[in-house]
């Protein structure tokens, strides 16, 4: 995906198929996303995005496996 590609999903805001997480978000709250895009046959998650579409960034170190190790595992 581009980047310009990027930024026009995020000003269009979130919908039925698109999320904003911040990067603090509890493991709880990233599944149930996670499962209910799955339910709606996919979408988007963006982490490091704020409800009102600002860019807040990922300050988590080593994203990846926090999201496989502690949210698909428990």
């Known amino acids: 995906m581009l ?3 990027l930024l026009q999903i995020i000003a ?5 198929g698109v999320e904003f997480k ?3 978000c509890r493991p709880e709250q990233l599944a149930k996303e996670i499962v209910a895009l799955a ?8 982490l ?4 009102d579409g600002m860019i807040s960034g990922i300050q988590r ?5 926090w999201v496989m ?5 428990n």
């Open 61 to 65: 170190k080593n994203l990846e496996e």
């Open 48 to 51: 490091g995005v704020e409800d």
């Open 22 to 24: 911040r990067d603090d």
């Open 3 to 5: 980047k310009s590609e």
């Open 39 to 46: 339910n709606l046959r996919g979408g988007l998650i963006l």
């Open 69 to 73: 190790d502690t949210v698909f595992t």
């Open 12 to 16: 269009n805001g979130e919908n039925s």
